[in-house]
C-alpha cells in the first residue's frame, strides 16, 4: 500500500469520526468544535486531490470565519439543550429523507463509471486549479458567487441581531441618536478671563 493510500485512509477516518461527533455530542459548543476538526480534515483530503486552493480556502473562510462566528452565536444565545432534544423525534423522516438523498447523489458521483459517466482524466504537472477556478467562478458563476456572497453577509446580520438583545440593568445606547448628535449637543465654549497669580477666581456663572 503506497504512502498517499494510508494517509487518505487515515484523514477518512478521522473525518468520519468527527462528523459522528457533531450530530451525536451534547453540547453545541462540543459539536462545533468537532465540526472545525472535520473542516480540517477535509482540507488534508483535498490536498491529497491537488486542490490546494479549495484546501486553503476550506480553512482560512470555513475555519477562520465562519465557524468562530458559530461559535460565538452558540456560546451567547444560551441554547437550552433539553428543548432541543424534545422534538428530536419529530423532524427524524426528514433528517432520514434528506440524508439519503446525500447518500444517493455521493453514489451517483463516486459510482459515475456504473452510469455511463466518464471521469475525469488526469491534468498535467503545470496546470494551475486557482486558475481554472478563478476563470470559471468570475465569468459563468458570476452572478450565483455574487449571490453567495449576498446570503452570507445575510447570515452575519442575522447572527449579529440574534446576540443584541435588550437585558435588564444594562447600559444601552441607540446608535442612530449617536450618528445625528451635533457639535453644539456635546461641546460648550467657555471664556476664562486672565487671572493674576494668587489672585481668586472669578466664576464665571
Same mark, same amino acid.
Given at each position: =500500500?503506497?504512502?498517499?493510500? %494510508? %494517509?487518505?485512509?487515515? $484523514?477518512? !477516518?478521522?473525518?468520519?469520526? +468527527?462528523?459522528?461527533?457533531?450530530?451525536?455530542?451534547? *453540547?453545541?459548543? *462540543? +459539536?462545533?468544535?468537532?465540526?472545525?476538526?472535520?473542516?480540517?480534515? !477535509? @482540507?488534508?483530503?483535498?490536498?491529497? $486531490?491537488? +486542490?490546494?486552493?479549495? !484546501?486553503?480556502? $476550506? %480553512?482560512?473562510?470555513?475555519?477562520? @470565519?465562519?465557524?468562530?462566528?458559530?461559535?460565538?452565536?452558540?456560546? =451567547?444565545?444560551?441554547?437550552?439543550?433539553?428543548? =432541543?432534544?424534545?422534538?428530536?423525534r419529530k423532524y427524524l423522516p426528514l433528517a432520514g429523507l434528506i440524508s439519503g438523498l446525500m447518500a444517493l447523489e455521493m453514489y451517483i458521483v463516486l459510482g459515475g463509471q456504473n452510469f455511463g459517466l466518464k471521469m475525469p482524466t488526469p491534468k498535467s504537472a503545470d496546470y494551475s486549479n486557482t486558475k481554472a477556478l478563478g476563470r470559471v467562478l468570475y465569468t459563468e458563476y458570476a452572478y450565483a458567487f455574487e449571490l453567495a456572497a449576498v446570503i452570507l453577509l445575510v447570515a452575519i446580520v442575522a447572527a449579529i441581531a440574534l446576540t443584541l438583545r435588550r437585558r435588564s440593568g444594562l447600559k444601552w445606547r441607540d446608535p442612530a441618536t449617536q450618528v445625528v448628535v451635533k457639535k453644539a449637543d456635546r461641546l460648550r465654549m467657555v471664556n476664562l478671563k486672565p487671572q493674576k497669580p494668587g489672585a481668586p477666581v472669578e466664576d464665571e456663572e
Open positions: =500500500m503506497e504512502f498517499t493510500s %494510508v %494517509v487518505f485512509y487515515f $484523514l477518512s !477516518a478521522i473525518l468520519l469520526l +468527527a462528523g459522528l461527533r457533531v450530530v451525536t455530542v451534547r *453540547h453545541p459548543v *462540543h +459539536a462545533a468544535l468537532f465540526l472545525v476538526l472535520a473542516f480540517f480534515t !477535509a @482540507a488534508g483530503l483535498w490536498v491529497l $486531490l491537488e +486542490a490546494e486552493f479549495l !484546501a486553503i480556502t $476550506l %480553512v482560512l473562510v470555513y475555519v477562520g @470565519a465562519v465557524m468562530v462566528l458559530f461559535l460565538f452565536v452558540v456560546m =451567547m444565545l444560551d441554547i437550552n439543550i433539553e428543548t =432541543m432534544r424534545a422534538d428530536f
